[in-house]
Nanobody, 123 residues
Framework: QVQLVESGGGLVQAGGSLRLACAASGFTFSRYNMGWYRQAPGKQRELVAAITRGGSTNYADSVKGRFTISRDNAKNTVYLQMNTLKPEDTANYYC?????????????????WGKGTLVTVSS
């Protein structure tokens, strides 16, 4: 049974940090490219950060220099370190997996999804 389970969300003040984790099971994690998406109330889902199975990364312009995605294949886990958080980062954050290295901004075509973790940044 495929599972992606996110953790690490919560309430933080603007300027603070959080580290999200996504634990994968039920599939060969090292073969998959991983992405973190977010969806704020009333807004479309967007790709925040992605990491290929080879370790290459890319980021949305809005989080470049503040967020870092990483993966630990030995632990079947992908992380999102979020620093200098802003109120506009408030959203549900989801991890997703794809066999394809190119991920759509909206998440269409991803193979597996987690249920999400809520991040709330207060001003």
């Amino acid at each position: 049974q495929v599972q992606l389970v996110e953790s690490g969300g919560g309430l933080v003040q603007a300027g603070g940090s959080l580290r999200l984790a996504c634990a994968a099971s039920g599939f060969t994690f090292s073969r998959y490219n991983m992405g973190w998406y977010r969806q704020a109330p009333g807004k479309q889902r967007e790709l925040v950060a992605a990491i290929t199975r080879g370790g290459s990364t890319n980021y949305a312009d809005s989080v470049k220099g503040r967020f870092t995605i990483s993966r630990d294949n030995a632990k079947n886990t992908v992380y999102l370190q979020m620093n200098t958080l802003k109120p506009e980062d408030t959203a549900n954050y989801y991890c997703a997996a794809s066999l394809f290295a190119t991920m759509s901004r909206s998440g269409i075509g991803m193979d597996f999804w987690g249920k999400g973790t809520l991040v709330t940044v207060s001003s």
